[in-house]
C-alpha cells in the first residue's frame, strides 16, 4: 500500500519534494497556508544557477537538479530559457579571478570559458560596452519566472502525479502520523517533510536556535516593465560584485585583492551585502538586484539608498531600451553559511529542510530526490556527506 506524505510549504523546495514522493509512489498531500506561494520562492530571479555551487558534491547535485528541471519544465510546458550566464569584467582584478577559475575550472567540473570584449558582446544585447574587459560564459545557467513556477507546478503535480494541493491552509502542528490544521481539520499520514522556510519557525521554533549558525537575511530586489518591441537581453548577467557573494570563487587567490579594492572604494556595498545580476521573465521584464541585511539590520522598510546603489552598479553593468522600475519588493529567508541546504530529522518521520544560501531554485529537484529515494525506502534521510545538520 502506497505511504501517504504530507509536504508543508508550497515554495519550490516544498513543490519539487511533491514531485519527487509522487513520482516514487507515495501519495502527496500539499499545504500551502497561502492562497499562492508568496515568500523567497516568488521574490528571486528565477535562476537555476550552477555556476555558483561549489566544487564537489553539490556543484554536481546542482547540475542534476539542472536536467531535472529541464525534464519538468518541458513535461508541464512551463516556460523557461537555457540561456546560460556572462559573469562580466570591467576591472582588471575581476578579470584575474574570472581568469584563475576558468584555468581550475575543468578539473572542478565547470564548463566555463573567456571571452574578449567583442566575443561577449556578440553573445549579450544587454551587456554594457563601456569599460568592458572582457567575462565568463557558462551554459548550464536557466532562467524561470518563479511567479509562474509557483503557479503552474501545483497545476501540474495535481493532474500528472495526483498530488492533493490544500492551498490556503495553514498547519498548526505536525506528528509522523497527523497533520493539524488551524482550522481543526486532521490528515492521517506515514511522514511529514516540512519545507516552509523562514516560517519553519511557527512548528519548530527550537530547531533554527539550536542548529547555530542561522541568521534572517532580507533582500531587496527590482524589476523593470517589459522591454518593448520584444527585445531580449539573452544570457543572465552577473558583475564583479557577484565574485565575492557566491561559494564558487572562495578559493581563488586573486579574490583577495578584489574583495578590499570593493571594501575600500565603496564600503556601503558591503555594509548592505549588495551584489548585481539580471534575468529576464517570458513577458520580458528585466529581474534587477539583490542586497542582504541580516538580523537586526531587517526592518519592514525598503531602504532607497540599496535601490540607488543597485541601479548605478547594474548601470554600469547593463544597458536597457527601457531602464524604468516597475516594480520594488523585499523577501525573506533563513540563512546559514555552512552548506546550501539544511536537513533535519527532530523525530523518525519528519524531515525538515530549508535553501539556506539563496540557492532553492537550484538545488531543490536534486536535493528531493535524493532525500525521497532513500526517506521512502527506509525513513532514514540520506544526507550528503557535505550536508549540513544538527
Given amino acids: 500500500m502506497a505511504k501517504t506524505i504530507a509536504i508543508i510549504g508550497g515554495g519550490i523546495v516544498g513543490l519539487s519534494h511533491a514531485w519527487a514522493a509522487a513520482r516514487s509512489g507515495a501519495r502527496v498531500l500539499l499545504f500551502e497556508r497561502s492562497p499562492v506561494a508568496a515568500g523567497s520562492s516568488v521574490r528571486n530571479f528565477g535562476m537555476v544557477w550552477p555556476i555558483g555551487q561549489p566544487r564537489g558534491a553539490w556543484h554536481q547535485l546542482a547540475l542534476r537538479s539542472r536536467q531535472l528541471w529541464l525534464e519538468i519544465l518541458s513535461d508541464a510546458k512551463i516556460w523557461y530559457d537555457p540561456s546560460g550566464s556572462l559573469h562580466l569584467a570591467y576591472r582588471e582584478d575581476e578579470r584575474a579571478v574570472l581568469m584563475e577559475f576558468i584555468q581550475q575550472a575543468p578539473a572542478d567540473g565547470y564548463d566555463c ?85 523562514a516560517e519553519l519557525r511557527s512548528l519548530y521554533s527550537d530547531v533554527l536556535e539550536s542548529a547555530g549558525g542561522f541568521r534572517l537575511c532580507k533582500l531587496q530586489m527590482l524589476r523593470t516593465a517589459p522591454q518593448p518591441n520584444g527585445w ?4 543572465m548577467l552577473a558583475g564583479g560584485l557577484t565574485l565575492r557573494h557566491y561559494p564558487t570563487f572562495k578559493h581563488c587567490k586573486s579574490l583577495v585583492a578584489l574583495k578590499h579594492r570593493i571594501a575600500t572604494e565603496s564600503p556601503l556595498l558591503d555594509q548592505y551585502g549588495i551584489h548585481v545580476m539580471a ?70 518521520g519528519v524531515l525538515l529542510t530549508i535553501s539556506t544560501g539563496g540557492c532553492g531554485m537550484t538545488m531543490s529537484f536534486g536535493l528531493a530526490e535524493q532525500n525521497i529515494a532513500s526517506w521512502l525506502g527506509s525513513q532514514k534521510v540520506h544526507k550528503p556527506a557535505t550536508a549540513a545538520t544538527i
Fill in 113 to 197: 570559458q573567456w571571452l574578449d570584449k567583442s566575443q561577449v558582446l556578440d553573445r549579450s544585447r544587454a551587456a554594457q560596452p563601456r569599460g568592458l574587459v572582457g567575462g565568463m560564459w557558462s551554459p548550464t545557467e536557466v532562467c524561470v519566472d518563479p511567479r509562474q513556477v509557483t503557479r503552474e507546478l501545483p497545476k501540474y503535480l495535481a493532474e500528472k502525479w495526483g498530488v492533493e494541493l490544500h492551498y490556503g491552509t495553514g498547519i498548526e502542528s505536525v506528528t509522523p502520523t497527523l497533520v493539524t490544521a488551524t482550522d481543526g481539520r486532521q490528515w492521517g499520514v506515514d511522514g511529514v517533510i516540512v519545507a516552509s522556510g
Fill in 232 to 235: 531580449r537581453m539573452g544570457p
Fill in 279 to 348: 534575468s529576464q521573465t517570458a513577458a520580458g521584464e528585466i529581474t534587477l538586484g539583490d542586497s542582504h541585511e541580516y538580523d537586526a539590520a531587517i526592518e519592514p522598510f525598503d531602504k532607497e539608498v540599496i535601490n540607488d546603489l543597485m541601479l548605478a552598479e547594474l548601470r554600469g553593468l547593463i544597458r536597457l531600451p527601457d531602464f524604468a522600475i516597475a516594480e520594488r519588493w523585499h523577501g525573506i529567508y533563513a540563512s546559514r553559511t555552512e552548506a546550501p541546504m539544511f536537513l533535519h530529522e527532530p523525530e523518525a
